[in-house]
Nanobody
């Protein structure tokens, strides 16, 4: 029903910034909470951020709070993740996800997933 495609990943030095995008197609994300997750080699998938359709409130784990910002443009049907003050431990494949019929930010029960984009932070 919806397809998600991430972009904007790449190589950046520690302390730098990167902006990821998640473009949706198939239908508008009009009733979906959106999330970002990441997975590093040998580690479990980790929740990164979530946002409601209205653009707020948002939810972040302590590991990225104050450094990462999730936002969305409903006209463009696109979700963003602005990452500042990047650290080597932020290196991972980053995925966006959609949870239909959800009106609060959450780290649980997402239905649709993108294929991911690689973020590598060098020290």
């Amino acid at each position: 029903q919806v397809q998600l495609v991430e972009s904007g990943g790449g190589l950046v030095q520690a302390g730098g910034s990167l902006r990821l995008s998640c473009a949706a197609s198939g239908r508008a994300l009009s009733r979906d909470a959106m999330g970002w997750f990441r997975q590093a080699p040998g580690k479990e998938r980790e929740f990164v951020a979530s946002i409601t359709y209205s653009g707020g409130p948002t939810l972040y784990p302590d590991s990225v709070k104050g450094r990462f910002t999730i936002s969305r443009d409903n006209v463009k049907n696109t979700v963003y993740l602005q990452m500042n003050s990047l650290k080597p431990e932020d290196t991972a494949v980053y995925y966006c996800a959609a949870r239909p019929g959800t009106y609060y930010p959450t780290r649980l029960a997402y239905t649709y997933w993108g294929q991911g984009t690689q973020v590598t932070v060098s020290s």
